[in-house]
Protein backbone atom coordinates (compact mmCIF):
# COMPACT_ATOMS: atom_id res chain seq x y z
CA UNK A 1 0.00 0.00 0.00
CA UNK A 2 2.84 2.19 -0.06
CA UNK A 3 1.38 4.09 -2.75
CA UNK A 4 -1.65 4.75 -1.05
CA UNK A 5 -0.69 6.01 2.31
CA UNK A 6 1.19 8.64 1.28
CA UNK A 7 1.25 11.82 3.57
CA UNK A 8 -0.61 14.82 2.57
CA UNK A 9 0.21 18.08 4.73
CA UNK A 10 -2.48 19.01 7.04
CA UNK A 11 -4.15 22.42 7.90
CA UNK A 12 -4.75 22.63 11.65
CA UNK A 13 -7.51 24.49 13.13
CA UNK A 14 -8.00 25.66 16.53
CA UNK A 15 -11.69 27.18 17.79
CA UNK A 16 -11.12 30.97 17.82
CA UNK A 17 -7.81 31.10 15.72
CA UNK A 18 -9.62 32.09 12.74
CA UNK A 19 -12.91 34.52 12.05
CA UNK A 20 -16.13 33.04 13.37
CA UNK A 21 -17.42 33.05 10.01
CA UNK A 22 -14.54 31.39 8.15
CA UNK A 23 -14.63 28.69 11.15
CA UNK A 24 -18.18 28.02 10.37
CA UNK A 25 -17.22 27.46 6.76
CA UNK A 26 -14.94 24.87 7.48
CA UNK A 27 -17.52 23.17 10.01
CA UNK A 28 -19.96 23.30 7.08
CA UNK A 29 -17.71 22.07 4.62
CA UNK A 30 -16.31 19.25 6.52
CA UNK A 31 -19.51 18.01 7.42
CA UNK A 32 -21.90 17.06 4.62
CA UNK A 33 -23.68 16.17 3.09
CA UNK A 34 -26.01 17.06 5.23
CA UNK A 35 -29.49 16.20 5.34
CA UNK A 36 -32.28 18.89 5.34
CA UNK A 37 -35.18 19.25 7.92
CA UNK A 38 -37.63 21.89 6.03
CA UNK A 39 -39.53 22.89 9.37
CA UNK A 40 -42.76 23.93 9.77
CA UNK A 41 -44.28 25.78 12.96
CA UNK A 42 -46.51 27.95 14.19
CA UNK A 43 -46.66 30.82 16.85
CA UNK A 44 -49.13 31.02 19.83
CA UNK A 45 -51.38 32.76 17.34
CA UNK A 46 -51.31 29.90 14.77
CA UNK A 47 -49.22 32.08 12.20
CA UNK A 48 -47.15 29.45 10.21
CA UNK A 49 -43.39 29.93 9.68
CA UNK A 50 -41.54 27.68 7.54
CA UNK A 51 -37.46 27.34 7.32
CA UNK A 52 -34.59 24.89 6.19
CA UNK A 53 -32.05 23.54 8.88
CA UNK A 54 -28.89 21.65 7.73
CA UNK A 55 -27.68 20.54 11.03
CA UNK A 56 -30.46 18.33 11.43
CA UNK A 57 -30.54 14.14 11.67
CA UNK A 58 -32.07 10.78 13.17
CA UNK A 59 -31.39 9.81 16.33
CA UNK A 60 -33.02 6.94 17.11
CA UNK A 61 -35.69 4.29 15.43
CA UNK A 62 -38.07 3.57 18.39
CA UNK A 63 -38.94 5.90 19.63
CA UNK A 64 -38.55 7.88 16.84
CA UNK A 65 -36.24 10.80 17.54
CA UNK A 66 -34.96 13.73 15.47
CA UNK A 67 -32.40 16.45 16.00
CA UNK A 68 -32.07 19.94 14.07
CA UNK A 69 -30.37 22.61 15.65
CA UNK A 70 -31.49 26.82 15.45
CA UNK A 71 -28.35 28.51 15.30
CA UNK A 72 -28.56 32.11 17.17
CA UNK A 73 -27.78 34.43 14.44
CA UNK A 74 -23.59 35.40 14.15
CA UNK A 75 -24.60 39.04 12.51
CA UNK A 76 -27.20 40.39 15.34
CA UNK A 77 -26.97 37.66 17.79
CA UNK A 78 -30.51 36.89 17.61
CA UNK A 79 -32.61 33.39 17.42
CA UNK A 80 -34.97 32.61 14.67
CA UNK A 81 -38.32 32.51 14.52
CA UNK A 82 -38.50 28.66 14.35
CA UNK A 83 -36.88 28.35 18.07
CA UNK A 84 -39.16 30.93 18.93
CA UNK A 85 -42.18 29.04 17.54
CA UNK A 86 -41.48 25.83 19.52
CA UNK A 87 -41.29 26.91 22.70
CA UNK A 88 -44.80 28.86 22.38
CA UNK A 89 -45.81 25.83 20.68
CA UNK A 90 -43.92 22.95 20.42
CA UNK A 91 -44.67 21.18 17.68
CA UNK A 92 -43.45 20.43 14.51
CA UNK A 93 -43.42 19.51 10.71
CA UNK A 94 -40.21 18.32 9.35
CA UNK A 95 -40.21 17.68 5.65
CA UNK A 96 -37.97 16.31 2.91
CA UNK A 97 -36.15 18.35 0.27
CA UNK A 98 -36.36 16.83 -2.84
CA UNK A 99 -34.98 18.57 -6.44
CA UNK A 100 -38.38 19.94 -7.50
CA UNK A 101 -38.59 22.11 -4.43
CA UNK A 102 -35.01 22.42 -3.82
CA UNK A 103 -35.11 26.98 -4.86
CA UNK A 104 -38.38 26.87 -3.49
CA UNK A 105 -36.78 26.10 -0.28
CA UNK A 106 -33.73 28.68 -0.96
CA UNK A 107 -36.47 31.46 -1.35
CA UNK A 108 -38.20 30.25 2.87
CA UNK A 109 -34.26 30.30 3.93
CA UNK A 110 -34.23 34.41 3.21
CA UNK A 111 -34.31 36.31 6.24
CA UNK A 112 -38.33 37.77 5.96
CA UNK A 113 -39.53 39.75 9.10
CA UNK A 114 -41.27 38.40 11.98
CA UNK A 115 -44.93 37.51 10.88
CA UNK A 116 -43.96 36.76 7.01
CA UNK A 117 -45.52 33.43 5.87
CA UNK A 118 -42.82 31.71 3.98
CA UNK A 119 -45.75 29.72 2.03
CA UNK A 120 -46.87 32.51 0.38
CA UNK A 121 -42.95 33.76 -0.14
CA UNK A 122 -42.07 30.22 -1.45
CA UNK A 123 -45.26 29.51 -3.59
CA UNK A 124 -45.07 25.71 -1.42
CA UNK A 125 -48.98 24.57 -0.80
CA UNK A 126 -49.58 24.14 3.45
CA UNK A 127 -51.46 21.25 4.13
CA UNK A 128 -53.14 20.60 7.38
CA UNK A 129 -51.61 17.94 9.95
CA UNK A 130 -53.15 15.09 11.44
CA UNK A 131 -51.84 15.58 14.81
CA UNK A 132 -49.79 18.84 15.17
CA UNK A 133 -51.00 22.44 14.22
CA UNK A 134 -47.57 23.07 12.13
CA UNK A 135 -48.83 22.54 8.45
CA UNK A 136 -47.42 19.58 6.22
CA UNK A 137 -45.49 20.78 2.69
CA UNK A 138 -47.60 19.71 -0.29
CA UNK A 139 -45.12 19.56 -2.89
CA UNK A 140 -42.58 17.67 0.01
CA UNK A 141 -42.56 13.48 -0.88
CA UNK A 142 -42.53 13.33 2.86
CA UNK A 143 -43.47 15.05 5.62
CA UNK A 144 -43.08 14.18 9.58
CA UNK A 145 -45.16 15.12 12.03
CA UNK A 146 -43.65 15.49 15.52
CA UNK A 147 -44.08 16.80 18.83
CA UNK A 148 -40.68 18.55 20.64
CA UNK A 149 -39.62 17.03 23.68
CA UNK A 150 -36.58 18.70 24.66
CA UNK A 151 -34.77 21.85 23.50
CA UNK A 152 -30.83 22.21 24.70
CA UNK A 153 -29.40 25.49 24.38
CA UNK A 154 -25.57 25.10 23.55
CA UNK A 155 -24.53 28.87 24.16
CA UNK A 156 -25.51 33.23 24.10
CA UNK A 157 -23.21 34.17 21.44
CA UNK A 158 -23.88 34.23 17.70
CA UNK A 159 -23.55 31.13 16.05
CA UNK A 160 -24.27 29.00 19.13
CA UNK A 161 -26.96 26.23 18.77
CA UNK A 162 -30.07 25.33 20.21
CA UNK A 163 -30.74 21.96 19.50
CA UNK A 164 -34.37 20.91 18.91
CA UNK A 165 -35.30 17.47 19.79
CA UNK A 166 -38.19 16.26 18.27
CA UNK A 167 -40.45 12.70 18.46
CA UNK A 168 -42.22 11.74 15.14
CA UNK A 169 -45.99 11.04 15.69
CA UNK A 170 -46.91 10.48 12.26
CA UNK A 171 -45.14 9.94 8.73
CA UNK A 172 -46.46 10.46 4.96
CA UNK A 173 -44.56 9.19 2.19
CA UNK A 174 -45.64 9.64 -1.19
CA UNK A 175 -46.64 6.11 -2.97
CA UNK A 176 -45.06 7.35 -5.83
CA UNK A 177 -41.15 7.19 -4.04
CA UNK A 178 -41.94 3.44 -2.99
CA UNK A 179 -40.79 0.46 -4.61
CA UNK A 180 -43.09 -2.97 -4.58
CA UNK A 181 -42.01 -3.70 -1.29
CA UNK A 182 -43.13 -0.51 -0.05
CA UNK A 183 -39.62 0.46 0.65
CA UNK A 184 -38.38 4.01 -0.47
CA UNK A 185 -36.10 4.02 -3.63
CA UNK A 186 -33.51 6.78 -4.07
CA UNK A 187 -33.55 7.73 -7.38
CA UNK A 188 -37.61 8.31 -7.03
CA UNK A 189 -37.17 10.49 -4.03
CA UNK A 190 -34.36 12.71 -5.72
CA UNK A 191 -33.50 14.14 -2.41
CA UNK A 192 -30.99 17.10 -1.62
CA UNK A 193 -28.05 17.45 0.57
CA UNK A 194 -26.41 20.43 2.27
CA UNK A 195 -22.26 20.53 1.81
CA UNK A 196 -20.81 24.43 2.25
CA UNK A 197 -21.07 27.69 1.15
CA UNK A 198 -23.63 27.61 -1.87
CA UNK A 199 -22.79 24.17 -2.67
CA UNK A 200 -25.51 21.01 -2.79
CA UNK A 201 -25.86 17.39 -3.62
CA UNK A 202 -28.37 15.50 -5.61
CA UNK A 203 -28.91 12.24 -3.91
CA UNK A 204 -29.56 10.18 -7.32
CA UNK A 205 -28.58 8.97 -11.02
CA UNK A 206 -24.30 8.43 -10.28
CA UNK A 207 -24.47 9.46 -7.43
CA UNK A 208 -26.00 6.80 -5.64
CA UNK A 209 -23.56 4.01 -4.57
CA UNK A 210 -24.05 0.99 -3.64
CA UNK A 211 -21.53 -0.36 -0.90
CA UNK A 212 -23.18 -3.91 0.43
CA UNK A 213 -21.60 -4.80 3.18
CA UNK A 214 -23.21 -7.44 6.14
CA UNK A 215 -22.93 -5.89 9.29
CA UNK A 216 -23.72 -8.69 11.18
CA UNK A 217 -21.02 -10.85 9.75
CA UNK A 218 -17.45 -10.68 10.27
CA UNK A 219 -15.35 -10.22 7.23
CA UNK A 220 -12.03 -11.23 6.69
CA UNK A 221 -9.91 -7.82 7.23
CA UNK A 222 -7.35 -5.90 5.84
CA UNK A 223 -4.40 -8.05 7.99
CA UNK A 224 -5.86 -11.20 6.07
CA UNK A 225 -4.82 -9.86 2.91
CA UNK A 226 -1.53 -11.20 1.29
CA UNK A 227 1.41 -8.74 0.99
CA UNK A 228 1.36 -9.30 -3.15
CA UNK A 229 -1.94 -7.83 -3.08
CA UNK A 230 -1.73 -5.23 0.10
CA UNK A 231 1.52 -3.53 -2.09
CA UNK A 232 -0.75 -4.17 -5.59
CA UNK A 233 0.28 -0.74 -7.59
CA UNK A 234 -3.21 -1.57 -9.47
CA UNK A 235 -5.62 -1.60 -6.91
CA UNK A 236 -7.24 1.40 -5.09
CA UNK A 237 -7.99 1.35 -1.52
CA UNK A 238 -11.17 0.84 -2.17
CA UNK A 239 -10.60 -1.61 -4.28
CA UNK A 240 -8.44 -3.51 -0.96
CA UNK A 241 -11.25 -2.41 0.95
CA UNK A 242 -13.60 -4.39 -1.23
CA UNK A 243 -11.20 -7.53 -0.87
CA UNK A 244 -11.23 -7.15 2.87
CA UNK A 245 -15.15 -6.78 3.05
CA UNK A 246 -14.88 -10.82 1.81
CA UNK A 247 -16.28 -12.95 4.65
CA UNK A 248 -13.65 -15.62 3.37
CA UNK A 249 -10.28 -16.47 2.42
CA UNK A 250 -10.55 -17.72 -0.97
CA UNK A 251 -8.69 -21.36 -1.05
CA UNK A 252 -5.58 -22.78 -2.65
CA UNK A 253 -8.19 -25.36 -4.01
CA UNK A 254 -10.92 -22.85 -5.08
CA UNK A 255 -8.18 -20.82 -7.16
CA UNK A 256 -7.37 -24.18 -8.85
CA UNK A 257 -10.70 -25.09 -10.00
CA UNK A 258 -10.85 -21.49 -10.71
CA UNK A 259 -7.45 -21.44 -12.98
CA UNK A 260 -9.04 -24.76 -14.65
CA UNK A 261 -12.27 -23.51 -16.30
CA UNK A 262 -10.93 -19.45 -16.36
CA UNK A 263 -9.36 -19.27 -20.33
CA UNK A 264 -8.87 -15.78 -19.15
CA UNK A 265 -6.78 -16.61 -16.17
CA UNK A 266 -5.10 -19.24 -17.66
CA UNK A 267 -3.48 -16.60 -20.37
CA UNK A 268 -2.55 -14.55 -17.70
CA UNK A 269 -0.74 -16.97 -15.75
CA UNK A 270 1.09 -18.56 -18.44
CA UNK A 271 2.58 -14.66 -19.36
CA UNK A 272 5.85 -13.90 -17.51
CA UNK A 273 5.20 -11.29 -14.46
CA UNK A 274 1.29 -11.88 -14.45
CA UNK A 275 0.93 -10.21 -11.03
CA UNK A 276 -0.45 -6.95 -12.13
CA UNK A 277 -2.37 -8.40 -15.11
CA UNK A 278 -4.09 -10.82 -12.44
CA UNK A 279 -4.94 -7.53 -10.37
CA UNK A 280 -6.12 -5.43 -13.31
CA UNK A 281 -8.42 -8.72 -13.92
CA UNK A 282 -9.61 -8.57 -10.62
CA UNK A 283 -9.97 -4.99 -10.46
CA UNK A 284 -12.39 -4.87 -13.51
CA UNK A 285 -14.78 -7.81 -11.51
CA UNK A 286 -14.62 -5.28 -8.31
CA UNK A 287 -16.20 -2.61 -10.14
CA UNK A 288 -18.26 -4.54 -12.44
CA UNK A 289 -20.91 -5.64 -9.79
CA UNK A 290 -20.95 -6.58 -6.39
CA UNK A 291 -21.89 -10.49 -7.37
CA UNK A 292 -18.30 -10.53 -8.72
CA UNK A 293 -16.40 -9.30 -5.95
CA UNK A 294 -16.03 -13.41 -4.75
CA UNK A 295 -14.42 -14.31 -8.19
CA UNK A 296 -12.40 -11.02 -8.16
CA UNK A 297 -11.22 -12.56 -4.76
CA UNK A 298 -10.27 -15.70 -6.31
CA UNK A 299 -8.50 -13.80 -9.46
CA UNK A 300 -6.81 -11.69 -6.55
CA UNK A 301 -5.57 -14.40 -4.46
CA UNK A 302 -4.34 -16.38 -7.74
CA UNK A 303 -1.32 -14.02 -7.53
CA UNK A 304 -0.32 -15.56 -4.15
CA UNK A 305 -1.11 -18.80 -4.16
CA UNK A 306 0.01 -19.32 -8.18
CA UNK A 307 2.55 -16.69 -9.26
Not at 133 to 158: A, H, W, Y
Request: one cysteine or more; glycine letters at 8%.
Amino acid sequence: MNDKTTTHPYRTIDPGSVPRHDFHQFIVGAIGPRPIAFVSTVDGEGNPNLAPYSFFNAFSSNPPIFVFSSNRRATNNTVKDTLANVREVPEVVINAVNFPIVRQMAVASAQFEKGVNEFVKSGLTPVASDLVRPFRVGESPINMECKVTDIITLGDQGGAGHLIVCEMLRMHVREEVLDEKGRIMPDKLDLMGRLGRAYYVRASGSAIYTIAQAIEQPCIGFDNLPKSILESHVFSANNLGQLAGLYAVPTREEVEELRSSDERLQGILAAPNPLDELHRYAKELLEQDEESRPLAGKIAWAGAFLV
